[in-house]
């Protein structure tokens, strides 16, 4: 983090918007551009049916399970997310 002293600050923000925010339909429809959507198998934060029902909502969109992965696929397992990402790229 650049600016260490400034952690609390970035926490209450976060909280700020995620207290704040909603995902509705209407908003992932708005969604126009392509979308590679990359989730873990095993994310307890975003479970697979919230998943795939957010993917259903995004026009254009992709989806990418990592399996055996968390919340944190793209680190727990780079190999995998990074072979999802690069047809997508491609296109």
């Known amino acids: ?7 609390e600050e970035f926490w209450a923000g976060m909280e700020t918007f995620y ?12 969604i126009k551009c392509p979308m590679l959507l990359v989730a873990g198998e095993l994310d307890r934060n975003a479970p ?22 968390g919340h944190v696929c793209f680190s727990e397992n780079f190999p ?4 999802s990402i690069i047809p997508f790229l491609k296109n």
């Open 80 to 83: 995998a997310t990074w072979a």
């Open 48 to 69: 697979l049916p919230t998943v795939i029902n957010a993917y259903n909502m995004i026009p254009n969109a992709q989806l990418s399970i990592i399996p055996n992965t």
């Open 1 to 7: 983090m650049p600016q260490p002293q400034r952690l």
């Open 19 to 30: 207290n704040s925010m909603t995902a509705s339909k209407e908003l992932f429809a708005s």
